[in-house]
């Protein structure tokens, strides 16, 4: 069966196609670029450049191209730029879905793969985070993700719509250097940033209740991630019912952690300077992932080296 992956042509999105392409699904992408690059879409699926948003295009993609199953990446996911405009965000992230939902009833697509987020959870004070742990996110992107789980599972009672919402925790790493997270954003990637500027990497607070003061996140490759995704969509396939699942390796990273890693990888000395906390960082969040491994029999195998050094040779094939 064939399927749609919108924002295909992004950092996740790509290694998602590559995985479905590789492991020998007909697929199609949808991305409007206006983060993604076409030259990272998989020579092996079909692209088609336009906006979730735009119904009419979404239901000629479905029917053209016979889609069965839709991985929705497609969406905004800066937090800080959801708390300045977050018109654009629920637009784009609320809004664009229930377009491309419109379109998947009017074609009779009954499977949907949803790129969901740890930011739903917002700041949960639990050891390990498991599904059950209520959703408070804190910005207008986790919240745009919350509802986005909300109008799936009301679509699901409703339309005989079998649905798996798959919550990230902190991506990383890549599948080979060209894929490569082009953002810097994201922890790993600004580390390497400083780098590169010859300026000492920021750690933001050192005084959080943790072994070593720093902030502890769940850090999982995007391989892995992929590796989910497609895992989830055969699970679609072969009829086992949707639901919730987290995305990580159930094991904290902290901040130092993470230099130090990338210290070792780069052979570089890595001295840092420490400055205020950021509002609302908690000190830790990691991924109970019990439920995925038991119901999808699905692992993260990658660890923490796995992620720097893959990022670090991405980081140098787009910064030579």
Known sequence: MTWLVTGGAGYIGA?????LVHDGAPVVVLDDLSTGDASRVDPGATFVAGSVLDGDLVARVLRDHEVRGVVHIAAKKQVGESVADPLLYYRENVAGLVTLLEGCRGQGVDRFVFSSSAATYGLPDVELVDEDTPGIPLSPYGESKLIGEWLLRDCAAAYDLRVMSLRYFNV???ASP??????VFNLIPLVFQA????????????????????????????DDLAAAHLTAARALESGVPGTTYNIGRGKGSSVLDVLRMVGEVTGTDLTYDVVDRRAGDPARVVAAVDRIRDGLGFTAQRDLRDMVDSAWAGWQAQHP
């Open 15 to 19: 290694h998602v196609v590559r995985a």
């Open 172 to 174: 990383a790493g890549a």
């Open 178 to 183: 060209e894929l490569g997270d082009p953002g």
């Open 195 to 222: 780098l590169a500027a010859g300026q000492r990497p920021k750690v933001f607070g050192a005084d959080y209740p943790t072994p070593d003061g720093t902030c502890i996140r769940d850090y999982v490759h995007v």
